[in-house]
């Protein structure tokens, strides 16, 4: 069975101290409120560290938000798979619209960091999602099957340890949220596509979020939806409150 999953990303919010501070809030809440999916944060690397002193990680599950292409050396500025494993994080996001619109990354680098993710033991939360003019122009299943394939040379050992993220991009942080039906549509599209490679029990068992825009009051709706499995949450999970609310939506 696949898992439910509420994941947060913090992206470039928030000081070490404020970080430690809100993933404490988290936790607290965790531990006192009955919750039926996985919780995890994903943080700047610099606070990976001192968030996973402050939280219990059979509880609340901490990633990074990103990972280098490379396993180590001259590369100024990086921070490889293992570095993050070394950490005591286990998850980690890869692919983010973000990163691929303001920092280049495409399916050669995405392909490497995912197998250096899984060298490390790190589950890649991997993101997918069309840009608005792909939605309007309706090449969006296209757009996103041929994301999805970038992760077809894996072993199908090695793609059932993958999460998937479905984010249009036109929803990120803009307030706009697809429909919970948008959003079921393309998840049942990506359950497809990954079916039509490794077969109906892997995609049975991938858990595949939701992304952009989601918040406590259209999380129930949108979780609801039989291929929806949760949420990856940017600005909503910098409010431990909105965050429980959007875990809580799975109650
Ligand atoms: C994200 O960046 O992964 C995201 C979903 O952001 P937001 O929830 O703010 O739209």
Not at 170 to 194: F, L, N, P, S
Not at 212 to 227: I, M, Q, T, V, Y
Not at 236 to 243: Q, S
Request: charged share 20%; hydrophobic share 40%; glycine share 10%.
């Amino acid at each position: 069975m696949r898992k439910n999953i509420v994941a947060g990303n913090w992206k470039m919010n928030t000081t070490v101290q404020e970080g430690v501070s809100l993933a404490g809030e988290v936790m607290a809440a965790l531990k006192s409120t009955a919750h039926n999916c996985d919780v995890v944060i994903c943080t700047p690397f610099t606070h990976l560290v001192p968030v996973a002193g402050v939280i219990d990680q059979n509880i609340l599950g901490l990633g990074a938000e990103n990972c280098a292409d490379h396993t180590s050396g001259a590369y100024t500025g990086e921070v490889s798979a293992q570095m993050v494993a070394s950490t005591g994080a286990n998850y980690v996001i890869l692919g983010h619209s973000e990163r691929r619109q303001y920092y280049g990354e495409n399916n050669e680098t995405l392909k490497a960091k995912t197998r250096l993710a899984l060298d490390n033991n790190l589950t890649p939360i991997f993101c997918v999602g069309e840009v608005l003019e792909e939605r309007e122009n309706g090449t969006y299943n296209d757009v996103v099957k041929a994301q999805v394939e970038a992760l077809f040379d894996l072993s199908a050992d090695d793609f059932s340890k993958i999460v998937i993220a479905y984010e249009p991009v036109w929803a990120i942080g803009t307030g706009k949220t697809a429909t919970a039906d948008q959003a079921q549509d393309m998840h049942a599209h990506i359950r497809q596509v990954i079916a039509d490679k490794y077969g109906k029990e892997i995609a049975e068992n991938t858990s595949i979020l939701y992304g952009g825009s989601c918040k406590p009051g259209n999380a129930r709706e949108l979780f609801a939806k039989p291929d929806v499995d949760g949420g990856l949450i940017g600005g909503a999970a910098l409010k431990a409150a909105d965050f429980m609310g959007i875990v809580e939506a799975f109650n």
